[in-house]
């Protein structure tokens, strides 16, 4: 979290079920506080400080990373299910890029503007959080905050081609 109003900047975590919450408790570094931010969502405070140059160094060293209000790297339950579950490998990656399509329109809905981050350095992440095991995985990152355009890439409407398009 660098620049989210009403937050404090540093490291965060939102586990999606209860269950994984305690896993993660297990497997993360002792050093986090995991303090619940809001009742409203299961996001809870791990460690204050500015992580700005982290999330770019662990985002291959992107500026979208640290120039953002907030970046994140998603964590999935990887090893049991690999183990017991193979074919859910694949699965694994749609979920990440389901949740990150709905970042997409969410940033958007927001006023805000999001992106998709594939380059990532997974073992630095895990080293960050305290992860020993594949036991989670860091399988997907995104970033969110106001966009710089680029005024270098030509942008035309959505269907432009179309008829009647532009
Ligand atoms: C799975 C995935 C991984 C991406 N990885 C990166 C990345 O590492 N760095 C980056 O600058 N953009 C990344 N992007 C963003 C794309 O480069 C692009 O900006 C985005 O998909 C929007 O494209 P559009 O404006 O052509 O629709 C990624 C997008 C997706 C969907």
Redesign the pocket.
């Known amino acids: 979290m660098h620049r989210v109003e009403g937050l404090e900047p540093g490291l965060y975590a939102l586990p999606r079920d209860l269950d994984a919450l305690a896993k993660l408790q297990a497997a993360t570094l002792v050093d986090f506080d995991w303090q619940k931010v809001t009742d409203q969502l299961p996001l809870y405070h791990l460690y204050s400080g500015d992580f700005r140059l982290t999330a770019k160094n662990l985002?291959?060293h992107?500026p979208?990373a640290s120039d953002s209000a907030f970046s994140l790297g998603m964590v999935a339950e990887f090893s049991e299910t690999i183990d017991t579950t193979p074919w859910q490998y694949r699965r694994l990656f749609w979920e990440c890029?389901l949740i990150?399509?709905v970042l997409?329109l969410e940033a958007e809905a927001a006023g805000v503007r999001g992106?998709?981050?594939?380059?990532?350095f997974d073992d630095s992440v895990h080293e960050l959080l305290g992860f020993k095991d594949e036991q989670f995985q860091s399988l997907?990152?995104f970033t969110v905050g106001k966009p710089l355009e680029d005024n270098r890439?030509e942008?035309l409407p959505a269907y432009g081609h179309l008829d009647g398009g532009v």
Do not use: W
């Not at 992106?115 to 990532?120: A, K, L, R, S, V």
């Open positions: 985002s291959c992107q979208s890029g990150g399509q997409y992106t998709g981050i594939g380059c990532y997907y990152h890439l942008t």
